[in-house]
Structures are given as structure tokens and as C-alpha cells.
Nanobody, 121 residues
């Protein structure tokens, strides 16, 4: 049975850093991604990575601050978030796909329950 469990969220001040983790069980996926959703807004793409870890895709608004990585031996994906801004406040979701790296949320077949990230002073 496939299960994705996120961790690492919390409350931080602007400019701080957090590292999110997603533990995957039940299956090995070729593509893993991160999405986020703020209250009243649609879920938006953050980053995605292929299993080989040499191909990654980022949303323009996080590129240069966030880094996605994965440990295939542990079947875990991470999102290192630096220089956090108030607009980064959202629930962050881990997602899994079986084929192409994509920004489309509907293309991902499996989702975690999310972890809350709050950036405020």
C-alpha cells in the first residue's frame, strides 16, 4: 500500500530556513514533487525531481531559495527551504508520479497529508 508522510514544517521568521522530508513506502516512483496550498488559493507547484536526482524542475518564485533532493536508498525526498518569506506560508504536500516531471497537480497519483509552514514575525 502506497503511503507518503511529510514532516519538518513549523513556524519561523522571515529569512529563516526549514527542511521538509517525505517518507515514501509501498512503491518506488520515478518522479517525486512538492506542492503547496495557502488558504483560499489553489494548490501550486513548488519543485519536482526524477529518481536519478540529476533532473529537477522548480517554480520561478522559489528557484534560488529552495532545493529538492532525494535519497533513493531510503525512498525519501527532501525540500530545503532558505530565505523564507511570508508568502511561503502554506501547507506543503509531497506528491508522487510514475512518469514525467510536471507542474500539473492532477498528473500526480499519490499525495501525502501535508505539513504546515508558517513564516511570520
Amino acid at each position: 500500500q502506497v503511503q507518503l508522510v511529510e514532516s519538518g514544517g513549523g513556524v519561523v521568521q522571515p529569512g529563516d530556513s526549514l527542511r521538509l522530508s517525505c517518507a515514501v513506502s509501498g512503491r518506488i516512483f520515478s518522479v517525486m514533487g512538492w506542492f503547496r496550498q495557502a488558504p483560499g488559493k489553489e494548490r501550486e507547484f513548488v519543485a519536482a525531481i526524477r529518481r536519478t536526482a540529476d533532473t529537477a524542475l522548480y517554480a520561478d518564485f522559489v528557484k534560488g531559495r529552495f532545493t529538492i533532493s532525494r535519497d533513493d536508498a531510503k525512498n525519501t525526498v527532501h525540500l530545503q527551504m532558505n530565505i523564507l518569506k511570508p508568502e511561503d506560508t502554506a501547507v506543503y504536500f509531497c506528491a508522487a508520479d510514475t512518469s514525467a516531471v510536471t507542474k500539473r497537480a492532477r498528473s500526480y497519483d499519490y499525495w501525502g497529508q501535508g505539513t504546515q509552514v508558517t513564516v511570520s514575525s
